[in-house]
């Protein structure tokens, strides 16, 4: 009978042995998981440190508005481009410059017409 129980316990020792070298050869493995993680999460940060200085500089006001002057060829605006509210009437036409219909051209129309 003893020598039944012993063996029966034997068993349970090399059986809760194996559980446990099993569990810690996985917990192994989920801490070189978080190690990689964290040093990945570490690189985006610095990613986004290298971006965000990058971005800075290139939204500095100084550089933008060489840039603009440079290629947009943009003019100062004089004062004869604004308009009273009282003279706005008499400077918008009654009819737009450009009649499409006469020239044949009726893009969304044609659009339109091809989706039917």
Not at 54 to 71: K, T
Not at 105 to 115: V, Y
Request: charged share 30%; with cysteine.
């Amino acid at each position: 009978m003893l020598r039944a129980f012993n063996a029966c316990l034997v068993v349970a020792v090399l059986v809760s042995a194996y559980v446990l070298y099993s569990l810690e050869h996985s917990i192994r493995g989920i801490e070189r998981q978080i190690a990689r993680s964290n040093a990945a999460i570490a690189n985006e940060k610095e990613t986004i440190g290298l971006l965000n200085a990058e971005w800075s500089s290139l939204i500095r006001p100084d550089r933008l508005q060489r840039l603009a002057e440079q290629y947009l060829e943009l003019k100062r605006i004089s004062p004869d481009q604004f308009v009273k509210i009282n003279e706005l009437a008499t400077r918008i036409p009654d009819e737009p410059p450009v009649k499409l219909e006469e020239q044949g051209k009726d893009a969304i129309g044609d659009i339109l017409k091809a989706m039917e």
